[in-house]
């Protein structure tokens, strides 16, 4: 169905299409009737078995209005957000970009989101049905981008089975300084305070940009080990890469994602593995729209996978299309679990 329908969708602006698709997965949502589920495929992470490894990235429901239908299409997970202490509009449209050539997409959206108060009592009325991660980060405006993560820490910790500290868009100014080491310490020193305070058991997670410094890969990671962090999402979006790109929408200024990060990715990811083992787990992103790309993460270091761009390209079907297709990659390999394909490149 998506096939024939894919031509009219992307004559809409992106961001409008992205609406219909929320409205649609809200008020006309049938779940996926075929989902292949294979002991291969499980697995075990956050302290729960899930059907496959497969996630919807944070940034397609940003407001956190979808996810139950998301598990409905097949996903493993569902991270919602970014979510900021305060309703916030984001940058001037337009800014979402196709780079239709390229599979890829530029957006500078910059954390538009109903606020923590709004999103938190919309979670309360409508209990995930899967492994939940809520992605939290400041407002522009803020005067202590510190303290706003602490408020959303607050809000959340007893609403998901993780919580992503985004310190990797490209679209909030200054944002990436956190990735530098003092600033990171500080950051994670104060959630870990935070969340001894609230005798809270929240898991942390951390989503780094793919655009580091190789310099930080080992100082991040030792900070990683430090606080105990449970997850590394590697990665989000580049404001690099622009030179081999086709589509003229390359010019535009915003984050880069789709099929032209996956190697950028896919190399950060095995880099990060070497240093963290399975100590910290790796959640990988960047150009997953088939079984082949997944696999190719998961041999690299990543435990679970996360995909946004490739949905808008593959259609809503494309959870249940890569579980399919790891299933058919690990029984030619002669893997029984996907958990012993983890690192296994060298």
């Known amino acids: 169905m998506f096939s024939k329908i894919r031509s009219l969708l992307f004559k809409l602006d992106p961001e409008l299409a992205h609406t219909l698709a929320i409205k649609a997965l ?14 291969s495929i499980e697995t075990s992470v956050f302290g729960k078995t899930i059907i496959n490894p497969i996630g919807i990235a944070a940034g397609f429901d940003k407001d956190a209005e979808v996810y139950n239908s998301l598990f409905g299409l097949g996903f493993g997970f569902v991270e919602v957000g970014t979510i900021t202490p305060l309703k916030q509009y984001g940058n001037p449209k337009p800014r979402i970009f196709r780079l239709e050539e390229d599979e890829a997409l530029i957006n500078r959206l910059g954390f538009n989101n109903s606020g923590a108060d ?18 939290i980060g400041p407002n522009k405006d803020t005067k202590n981008r510190l303290e706003d993560y602490l408020i959303c820490l607050r809000k ?20 990436r300084s956190f990735h530098n080491q003092n600033e990171l310490d500080e950051l994670l020193n104060a959630i870990q305070e935070e969340k001894q305070t609230l005798k809270s058991k929240i898991l942390i997670g951390i989503k780094i940009s793919p655009d580091i410094e190789e310099s ?49 990715s896919n190399i950060l990811i095995n880099k990060f593995y070497k240093i963290l083992k399975q100590k910290v787990k790796i959640i990988g992103v960047g150009g997953v729209d088939s079984g082949k790309s997944a696999y190719e993460k998961i041999i690299n270091g990543a435990s679970l996978i996360q995909l946004y761009t490739g949905m808008i390209y593959k259609g809503p079907n494309v959870a249940s299309i890569i579980s399919n297709e790891l299933i058919d990659i690990l029984k030619k390999e002669g893997i029984k679990n996907i958990s012993e394909a983890i690192g296994t490149k060298n």
Do not use: C, H, Q, W
């Open 216 to 264: 930080n890969i080992e100082k991040i990671s030792e900070l990683l080990l430090k606080y105990n962090i449970f997850a590394v999402i590697i990665s989000n979006t580049t404001d690099r890469n622009r030179e081999n790109l086709k589509n003229i929408n390359k010019l535009e200024k915003g984050g880069l994602s789709g099929k032209p990060l996956e190697k950028k």
């Open 26 to 39: 809200k008020f006309n949502y049938k779940p996926i009737d075929n989902i292949k589920k294979d002991s």
């Open 118 to 135: 709004i999103v938190s009592s919309r979670i309360r009325l409508n209990n995930p049905k899967g492994l939940f991660g809520i992605n």
């Open 156 to 175: 959340f910790n007893e609403l998901s089975d993780y919580l992503t500290i985004n310190i990797s868009s490209p679209n909030t100014e200054n944002l």
